[in-house]
């Protein structure tokens, strides 16, 4: 899998910070998303999802060990949408439809992108909130 690229983090906002994950998550790009985590402060971090085109199990063991400071964004893609659905991991999460960059000043925004984007699955409702 493609390895992905370091997070752009340009203002940091105490309580939240947003970041856009694309491509392809594997074992492999797993270290670089502790990385970018960690950039982006403390708080909650808004995580738009919409452009992940492949995750595998390392991917989900990192959404499932920061879930509490965790809301997921954007339209779920059918692919992580079935890995969550095969765990019986989907209902653990805070979803929201809402992908755009926090606007404003002190408006942290990060990006990550790992491969190629693949078109993501509009089937999710626009805005879903789970238990953590």
Known sequence: ???????VLPESTPGRSHIALAGEF?????????????TAGDGVRVVDVSGVAFADAS????LLTVR???????????Q????????GT?????????TTVPAGPGAAAGR??????AEADPGVPATTTAGL
Do not use: K, Q
Not at 59 to 62: A, G, P, Q, S, V
Not at 90 to 98: C, G, N, Q
Not at 112 to 117: D, H, I, K, P
């Open 80 to 87: 992580l949408a079935r890995l969550f659905h095969l765990t």
């Open 59 to 62: 991917f989900l063991n990192f």
């Open 1 to 7: 899998m493609s390895s992905a690229s370091g997070p």
């Open 112 to 117: 990550v992108r790992s491969g190629t984007a």
């Open 68 to 78: 509490g400071r965790l809301v997921l964004a954007g339209p779920l893609p059918e």
């Open 26 to 38: 594997d074992i492999d790009s797993a270290p670089c998303l502790d990385d970018v985590w960690e």
């Open 90 to 98: 989907t209902t653990l999460f805070t979803y929201t439809a809402d």
